[in-house]
Nanobody, 124 residues
Framework: QVQLVESGGGLVQAGGSLRLSCAAS????????MGWFRQAPGKEREIVAA????????YYADSVKGRFTISRDNAKNTVFLQMNSLKPEDTAVYYC?????????????????WGQGTQVTVSS
């Protein structure tokens, strides 16, 4: 079992920044890829960013490229999502996910464990 706990969400004005954190426990963190997904009301869950086990390769959805940065600290079993220049369309519940592989997947099917989610609301 893997437990994932997200934090850092909240309400921010457009153009502002937030940093999400996801702390993992229960199984080896450092050899597994991690991902961030989001789901807005009435919409399907979508991938936001993903990172491989050591942080050498990253993926970003087109909608967040240049604004969001995913990173990880394997010594602290934590993955981060730095979100800058936030837009109202970034409003969603954000979930971190633990991959079954050392390489990331852009599909949610590649992740076996999920956090409870943290709400991000961007006001215009």
């Amino acid at each position: 079992q893997v437990q994932l706990v997200e934090s850092g969400g909240g309400l921010v004005q457009a153009g502002g920044s937030l940093r999400l954190s996801c702390a993992a426990s229960g199984r080896t963190f450092s050899t597994h890829a991690m991902g961030w997904f989001r789901q807005a009301p009435g919409k399907e869950r979508e991938i936001v960013a993903a990172i491989n086990w050591i942080g050498t390769t990253r993926y970003y959805a087109d909608s967040v490229k240049g604004r969001f940065t995913i990173s990880r600290d394997n010594a602290k079993n934590t993955v981060f999502l730095q979100m800058n220049s936030l837009k109202p369309e970034d409003t969603a519940v954000y979930y971190c996910a633990y991959s079954s592989s050392s390489s990331y997947s852009i599909s949610g099917n590649g992740y076996g464990y999920w956090g409870q989610g943290t709400q991000v609301t961007v006001s215009s």
